[in-house]
């Protein structure tokens, strides 16, 4: 088992930045690929950026390349999402997960573990 729990969400008005974690217990954090992803009311689950297990390769969804940065520290088994130029598009619940397999994966039901989410607003 692996318990996840993301903090960093809150306010910020367009342009601003913020810098999710998700910090990993119950097993070591290289064991897994890690991915975060978004929910807006409404909306379903939609993949955000993912990042391999030693860091070596990262995945993005579209809208958010050359603004979100994946990053991870597996010696501190915490898992970094630094957001820049947000837009009001931005806004949701963001959730870290954990995969099991070698690959990075952009699938929600690839992942086997979830955190609780962390909620982002960005107001025009």
């Known amino acids: 088992q692996v318990q996840l729990v993301e903090s960093g969400g809150g306010l910020v008005q367009a342009g601003g930045s913020l810098r999710l974690s998700c910090a990993a217990s119950?097993?070591?954090?290289?064991?897994?690929?890690m991915g975060w992803f978004r929910q807006a009311p409404g909306k379903e689950r939609e993949f955000v950026a993912a990042?391999?297990?030693?860091?070596?390769?990262?995945s993005y969804t579209d809208s958010v390349k050359g603004r979100f940065t994946i990053s991870r520290d597996n010696a501190k088994n915490t898992v970094y999402l630094q957001m820049n130029s947000l837009k009001p598009e931005d806004t949701a619940d963001y959730y870290c997960?954990?995969?099991?397999?070698?690959?990075?994966?952009?699938?929600?039901?690839?992942?086997?573990?979830w955190g609780q989410g962390t909620q982002v607003t960005v107001s025009s």
């Open positions: 119950g097993r070591t954090l290289s064991n897994y690929v």
């Open positions: 990042i391999s297990r030693t860091g070596g390769s990262t």
């Open positions: 997960a954990a995969d099991g397999g070698v690959v990075v994966r952009t699938t929600p039901a690839n992942y086997d573990y």
